[in-house]
């Protein structure tokens, strides 16, 4: 399993931007699909971005399509998520995750989007 931590939240303006960072202890990271989730008050987690282990796959919620770009640096086992034209819906703790069907999570970042 991977260690993972994340940075970068923050509170920020409806249309502005944050950029997200993961950072993974282990030498298996770029074996990994990785992955950003998210949970909102009173709502259940729900997947936000996923990356293949190379990089050159991407997936998104519908809801982040077109907004959030996630990329990946294995030669120094991160993940970031890029977050452009935020809205207040996008308020959530946002989590790095390993896997598909997840093994690892990180803690938590905390993102509030002020409308």
């Known amino acids: 399993q991977v260690q993972l931590i994340e940075s970068g939240g923050g509170l920020v303006q409806a249309g502005g931007s944050l950029r997200l960072s993961c950072a993974a202890s282990?030498?298996?990271?770029?074996?990994?699909?990785m992955g950003w989730h998210r949970q909102a008050p009173g709502k259940q987690r729900e997947f936000v971005a996923r990356i293949s282990q190379s990089g050159l796959s991407t997936w998104y919620a519908e809801s982040v399509k077109g907004r959030f770009t996630i990329s990946r640096d294995n030669a120094k086992n991160t993940v970031s998520l890029q977050m452009n034209s935020l809205r207040a819906e996008d308020t959530a703790i946002y989590y790095c995750a390993a896997g598909v069907s997840p093994s690892s999570w990180g803690q938590g970042t905390q993102v509030t989007v002020s409308s």
């Open positions: 282990g030498r298996t990271f770029s074996s990994y699909v």
